[in-house]
T-cell receptor
Framework: DGGITQSPKYLFRKEGQNVTLSCEQNLNHDAMYWYRQDPGQGLRLIYYSQIVNDFQKGDIAEGYSVSREKKESFPLTVTSAQKNPTAFYLCASSRNPVSLTDTQYFGPGTRLTVL | AQKITQTQPGMFVQEKEAVTLDCTYDTSDQSYGLFWYKQPSSGEMIFLIY????DEQNATEGRYSLNFQKARKSANLVISASQLGDSAMYFCAMREARMDSNYQLIWGAGTKLIIKP
């Protein structure tokens, strides 16, 4: 079964800690994305990567970091510099990121709570 | 200014009725794409339907169709014969073809749809 997996499903973090959210895809997609979702709001782009070993900041990259060492994997680290990290985090991938019709497919999400 | 506006924060609809979810967008581009996604309470975003700005026909996908009115800049999602499993958040998103947009999706705030038995 092709798809996108995210782990863990729920994550609790103490203030001042860095945490890493995992995202893996076996769809052979070139592009991967990280979004943040807050209650009552649409998705906001944190980082995206159109190719291995390259990634770009999205609209709200401050306090986050990513890496893209393998095509299948795009982990997101939420650093202690992120002031309000409690949110739902969604990872997505797509085949052709510079096409107008390119469809993004999503993983099940990770809910991060700061204690 | 909001690029994607979904004016209905929440809707209640009787099972088996058709439902229309509104989406208006703002762009000066001639070339763009519009997407609808469904987000059940489990959280995963599920792609439903796509409409390109140059598509002459309204997009359809099973019980989903798009009422695309280009001059009005609206792309309303129509769900026919609603089912209890349609209860979810629904998001409209747009991609512009401009280089400075980096081809990224712009998202609306969503509409919460609840289907009543």
């Amino acid at each position: 079964d092709g798809g996108i997996t995210q782990s863990p499903k729920y994550l609790f973090r103490k203030e001042g800690q860095n945490v890493t959210l995992s995202c893996e895809q076996n769809l052979n997609h070139d592009a991967m994305y990280w979004y943040r979702q807050d209650p009552g709001q649409g998705l906001r782009l944190i980082y995206y990567s159109q190719i291995v070993n390259d990634f770009q900041k999205g609209d709200i990259a401050e306090g986050y970091s990513v890496s893209r060492e393998k095509k299948e994997s795009f982990p997101l680290t939420v650093t202690s510099a992120q002031k309000n990290p409690t949110a739902f985090y969604l990872c997505a991938s797509s085949r052709n990121p510079v096409s107008l019709t390119d469809t993004q497919y999503f993983g099940p999400g990770t809910r991060l709570t700061v204690l | 200014a909001q690029k994607i506006t979904q004016t209905q924060p929440g809707m209640f609809v009787q099972e088996k009725e058709a439902v229309t979810l509104d989406c208006t967008y703002d762009t000066s581009d001639q070339s763009y794409g519009l997407f609808w996604y469904k987000q059940p309470s489990s959280g995963e975003m599920i792609f439903l339907i796509y409409q390109g700005s140059y598509d002459e026909q309204n997009a359809t996908e099973g019980r989903y169709s798009l009422n695309f009115q280009k001059a009005r800049k609206s792309a309303n999602l129509v769900i026919s014969a609603s089912q209890l499993g349609d209860s979810a958040m629904y998001f409209c998103a747009m991609r512009e073809a401009r280089m400075d947009s980096n081809y990224q999706l712009i998202w609306g705030a969503g509409t919460k749809l609840i289907i009543k038995p």
